[in-house]
């Protein structure tokens, strides 16, 4: 299957997917080991891109969302049978029955399906695509009776999103009736079985033949002694038991796949996926990007066809921004409000992600605030002068066109807002935290709005061009140590600067 079939159509998916209401759901309990989770059977579907199916977990105890309790998580995942990976797309979050929340997933990666996880075992009931009363994936489910004391156990499973909640008390009573049944054993490499007679018999007969050609060649002597059989292998040792994990250990690992999917795998491809994806990285959907290195920007544009703009466009960001023409550049209407957000390190950069809400208006559209983040050191330049951080706040307005509002950062007093964001930094990438307390984005602008313009790109691949820049003559303070914990986060996240090739720049006189 072609994986950038899939992902032109992610976004087609969700749409045309209506929510299964919980009356049409046929749920059935799949495990793995202490891993349990139950999937609608009647909901799996095949299409052209892949197969889509709705698996659901229910928690011991309810958990606070920013909407509301709830008891239950489904997620509905896409699966690429031919590759051996998965894309969740949504996840909805339930109480006693009732829809809470629902939301896409902002950041969606293809997650590798590990040889005896209870995502395998997910994907092939998914992939087999069967009518309901035809399924059977090697003893993989249970009856959907059996679930209660099988879910009331049951581990957040990469696609869901678990933030379960107890006391130590009721954790030993939920693993004391864990289902624990084991995992499927990997498949050995079966070696000839070793015939010792004839073993024997082979060596008898060299050593008959080396004291016969001592014989005929008047040698004397001991005997050449005969190799010692080959030794049989170790049998492999037993895996050893698996002790209840801890309370503070599940909710680290509930928190993390609540959120982001699997654990990240080591960075450190074997030569043949290296090799493969070199080749033809058109089928390797989510190829790593970095700041550095052979992923580092000079490459990007051959890392995927979609990352070509980033050598061959024209019109790229960032910029040294020098020789504008001051003119009475119109005033940046801006209209934000403190609001609630939720922070994520997305392993490129701290990312802040923001509700509706907050816009700014110029040259007669209004383009909806997103989101906001941050690079070391500043991408921009002033006449060749970097500085020490910049923030670029990523709007869009009804057409789909983005504009970016750079401020640069330099050290001096400590930004409150910054703070803010520091203390509820993810220990995590991938992990996207939701704090209680609210932002006021306002507090990131400095108090002269005069600005410089320009048309330019995304600083990050795919490098799409046609965004409208806003950069912020004025840079803001932000504290010496408040950049020396970003710079441990972040060594550099900063693109290079790119070529103006004739682009007009203008600026408030």
Same mark, same amino acid.
């Given at each position: 299957?072609?994986?950038?079939?899939?992902a032109a159509a992610?976004?087609v998916?969700t749409?045309?997917?209506?929510?299964?209401?919980?009356?049409?759901?046929?749920?059935?309990? $799949?495990?793995?080991?202490?891993d349990?989770?139950?999937?609608d059977?009647?909901?799996?579907r095949?299409?052209?891109v892949?197969?889509?199916a709705?698996?659901?977990?229910?928690?011991e105890?309810?958990?606070?969302g920013?909407?509301?309790?709830?008891d239950?998580?489904?997620?509905?995942?896409?699966?690429?049978?031919?590759?051996r990976?998965?894309t969740?797309?949504?996840?909805?979050?339930?109480?006693?029955?009732g829809? $809470?929340?629902?939301?896409e997933?902002?950041?969606?990666?293809?997650?590798?399906?590990?040889?005896g996880?209870?995502?395998?075992?997910?994907?092939?009931?998914?992939?087999?695509?069967?009518?309901?009363?035809?399924?059977s994936?090697?003893?993989?489910?249970?009856?959907?009776?059996?679930s209660?004391?099988?879910?009331?156990a049951?581990?957040?499973?990469?696609?869901?999103?678990?933030?379960r909640?107890?006391d130590?008390?009721?954790?030993?009573? $939920?693993?004391?009736?864990?289902?624990?049944a084991?995992?499927?054993?990997p498949k050995?490499?079966?070696?000839?079985?070793?015939?010792?007679a004839?073993?024997?018999?082979?060596?008898?007969?060299q050593?008959?033949?080396?004291?016969?050609?001592?014989?005929?060649t008047?040698?004397?002597?001991?005997t050449?002694?005969a190799?010692?059989?080959?030794?049989?292998?170790?049998?492999?040792?037993?895996?050893?038991?698996?002790?209840p994990?801890?309370l503070?250990?599940?909710r680290?690992?509930?928190?993390?796949?609540?959120?982001?999917g699997?654990?990240?795998?080591?960075?450190?491809?074997?030569?043949?996926?290296?090799?493969?994806?070199?080749v033809?990285?058109?089928?390797?959907?989510?190829?790593h990007?970095?700041?550095?290195?052979?992923?580092?920007?000079?490459?990007?544009?051959?890392?995927?066809?979609?990352?070509?703009a980033?050598?061959?466009?024209?019109?790229?960001?960032p910029?040294?921004?020098?020789?504008?023409?001051?003119?009475?550049?119109?005033?940046i209407?801006f209209?934000?409000k403190?609001?609630?957000?939720?922070?994520?390190?997305?392993?490129?950069?701290?990312?802040?992600n923001?509700?509706?809400?907050?816009?700014l208006?110029?040259?007669?559209?209004?383009?909806?605030?997103?989101?906001?983040h941050?690079? =070391?050191?500043?991408?921009?330049?002033v006449?060749?002068?970097?500085?020490?951080m910049?923030?670029?706040?990523?709007?869009?307005?009804?057409?789909g066109?983005?504009?970016?509002?750079?401020?640069? &950062?330099e050290?001096?007093?400590?930004h409150?807002?910054i703070?803010?964001l520091?203390?509820?930094?993810? &220990?995590?990438?991938?992990i996207?935290?939701a704090?209680?307390?609210a932002?006021?984005?306002?507090?990131?602008?400095?108090?002269?709005?005069?600005?410089?313009?320009y048309?330019?790109? &995304?600083t990050?691949?795919?490098?799409?061009?046609?965004?409208?820049?806003m950069?912020?003559?004025?840079?803001?303070q932000?504290?010496?140590?408040?950049?020396a914990?970003?710079?441990?986060v972040?060594?550099?996240?900063s693109?290079?600067?790119?070529?103006?090739?004739? =682009?007009?720049?203008?600026e408030?006189r």
């Open positions: 299957m072609n994986s950038t079939r899939i992610l976004v998916l749409a045309l997917t209506p929510l299964p209401r919980l009356a049409d759901a046929n749920w059935t309990v $799949v495990h793995a080991g202490a349990v989770v139950e999937i059977r009647d909901g799996i095949q299409d052209s892949g197969v889509r709705w698996s659901r977990i229910r928690l105890r309810e958990a606070r920013a909407a509301g309790n709830y239950s998580i489904r997620a509905e995942n896409l699966y690429d049978c031919e590759q990976r998965f969740t797309l949504r996840r909805a979050y339930y109480q006693s029955g829809l $809470v929340r629902e939301e997933v902002a950041r969606r990666r293809a997650n590798p399906v590990q040889p996880s209870l995502d395998e075992r997910l994907m092939k009931l998914a992939c087999q695509a069967r009518p309901a009363d035809a399924v994936v090697d003893n993989l489910v249970a009856p959907a009776s059996e209660g004391k099988a879910m009331t049951a581990r957040a499973t990469p696609m869901h999103a678990d933030l909640r107890g130590e008390g009721e954790a030993a009573k $939920v693993f004391a009736v864990a289902d624990t084991p995992a499927d054993k050995l490499i079966q070696l000839p079985v070793i015939d010792k004839a073993l024997a018999q082979a060596a008898a007969a050593e008959a033949a080396a004291r016969a050609g001592q014989a005929a008047g040698k004397a002597g001991a050449k002694p190799p010692a059989p080959a030794s049989k292998p170790a049998p492999l040792a037993k895996t050893e038991a698996r002790e994990e801890a503070s250990e599940k680290i690992r509930e928190l993390h796949y609540a959120n982001s699997p654990p990240r795998a080591s960075r450190k491809k074997p030569v043949t996926t290296a090799v493969a994806e070199a033809n990285p058109a089928q390797h959907m989510h190829q990007w970095s700041y550095e290195g052979e992923a580092g920007p000079a490459h990007w544009a051959r890392l995927r066809p979609d990352y070509a980033c050598a061959s466009g024209k019109r790229q960001s910029i040294d921004i020098r020789d504008g023409i001051r003119v009475n550049l119109e005033a209407r209209d934000y403190p609001m609630q957000f939720r922070i994520v390190d997305n392993g490129h950069t701290v990312q802040v923001l509700g509706d809400g907050s816009s208006t110029v040259m007669g559209k209004r383009y909806a605030l997103q989101q906001f941050f690079h =070391r050191p500043s991408e921009e330049r006449n060749g002068r970097g500085y020490d910049s923030v670029h706040l990523v709007h869009r307005n009804d057409e066109q983005l504009a970016v509002l750079g401020v640069l &950062l050290k001096g007093t400590e409150p807002l703070q803010t520091l203390n509820n930094l993810p &220990l995590e990438q991938d996207e935290m704090p209680e307390e932002i006021d984005p306002g507090k990131l602008l400095p108090e002269n709005r005069a600005y410089w313009t048309m330019g790109s &995304l990050t691949p795919p490098c799409t061009e046609g965004v409208l820049w950069v912020m003559k004025q840079p803001l932000v504290g010496s140590e408040q950049v914990i970003f710079s441990r972040f060594r550099n996240n693109r290079p600067v790119q070529a103006l090739n004739g =682009r007009l720049i203008k408030t």
